[in-house]
């Protein structure tokens, strides 16, 4: 897995809490794309085939909040981000 970069301090708290950041992860990393369109679904598939940057969206059980998950096409880094941070 790449390294973790979560954006903002809030949210960087919780992405750092190892059990809500590992249930998450593990979704994502059994192509559990969370919220994502059907389109988005298929861009994904095809990300992973041809090492292109891959996006998650998961919203957060307990606020109700998105979260984004963005892998690089290297996969060198996974960013956590908020929608209005991209």
Do not use: C
Not at 45 to 62: G, K, M, Q, W
Not at 63 to 71: A, D, L, P, S, Y
Request: aromatic letters at 10%.
């Amino acid at each position: 897995m790449a390294r973790l970069f979560p954006r903002r301090a809030r949210y960087a708290r919780w992405a750092t809490k190892a059990p809500a950041r590992t249930k998450l992860l593990k979704r994502r990393a059994t192509g559990d794309w969370g919220d994502l369109s059907e389109d988005d679904r298929r861009e994904n598939a095809l990300s992973v085939a041809e090492n292109f940057r891959i996006l998650s969206a998961y919203t957060l059980p307990r606020t109700g909040v998105k979260v984004w998950v963005i892998t690089e096409a290297d996969r060198s880094a996974t960013t956590l981000l908020l929608p209005d941070e991209y």
